[in-house]
Structures are given as structure tokens and as C-alpha cells.
């Protein structure tokens, strides 16, 4: 098994940064990819969690469109954490946002985290 525990979300103004973390324990070794989902408020329940970025071990990074340009994941091989740098938040951005793992990028929401929330205000 596999454990994800996020930090650093919070409220942020329209233009403001915040930076996401993902610290990995467990069973380690069978990550390949790590990334980023987020759910929107008022979104239907059951509906899919939107993807946001993907980063696997070949550090080959992914991004959704509508983030390109202004989110970075990037990772830490020794602490076996995944960061998100959100710059340039637009209120669009509120959601929770949720870590994701799993062997590679087909099999990324093996393993969830408990989510943190971004609230953007405009």
C-alpha cells in the first residue's frame, strides 16, 4: 500500500501563487508516476476528478491545457514528495485538489490522497 499525505493549500488571490506538496510512504516501490487531480465545487458526485498534471520517474512531465503555462509539478527523488507550483491563479482554479499515484501514467489513480483545498477569491 501506498499513503499520500497533501499540504499547502489555502485561499490565495486572483494572480497569487501557492505551491502544493505530496510526500509518498509506504510502499514505495511501486510508484512510477505521481500527478495532480482537482474537483471543482458543485461538481455532480460520481463525476471524474479533472487532471491537472503528471510527473513520472523518467521525470516526462504532462499538463492539462488549461494549466499549461502557469502550474510546474516537479518532484524530490530523496524525500519522495511531488510538488505543484500554481502561479497565476485564476478563480476557475477553486477545487480540491487531490494527489495521485500509481506504476505509471495509465495506472495513475491507483492510490488517492485526502485532498486539500485552493480557494481562489477574485
Known amino acids: 500500500q501506498v499513503q499520500l499525505v497533501e499540504s499547502g493549500g489555502g485561499l490565495v488571490q486572483a494572480g497569487g501563487s501557492l505551491r502544493l506538496s505530496c510526500a509518498a510512504s509506504g510502499s514505495i516501490f511501486e510508484i512510477g508516476a505521481m500527478g495532480w487531480f482537482r474537483q471543482a465545487p458543485g461538481k455532480a458526485p460520481g463525476k471524474e476528478r479533472d487532471?491537472?498534471?503528471?510527473?513520472?520517474?523518467?521525470?516526462?512531465?504532462y499538463y492539462a491545457d488549461s494549466v499549461k503555462g502557469r502550474f510546474t509539478i516537479s518532484r524530490d527523488k530523496d524525500k519522495n514528495t511531488v510538488y505543484l507550483q500554481m502561479d497565476s491563479l485564476k478563480p476557475g482554479d477553486t477545487a480540491v485538489y487531490y494527489c495521485?499515484?500509481?506504476?505509471?501514467?495509465?495506472?495513475?489513480?491507483?492510490?488517492w490522497g485526502q485532498g486539500t483545498q485552493v480557494t481562489v477569491s477574485s
Open positions: 495521485a499515484a500509481g506504476a505509471s501514467f495509465a495506472t495513475l489513480t491507483n492510490y
Open positions: 487532471f491537472v498534471a503528471g510527473i513520472n520517474w523518467s521525470d516526462n512531465t
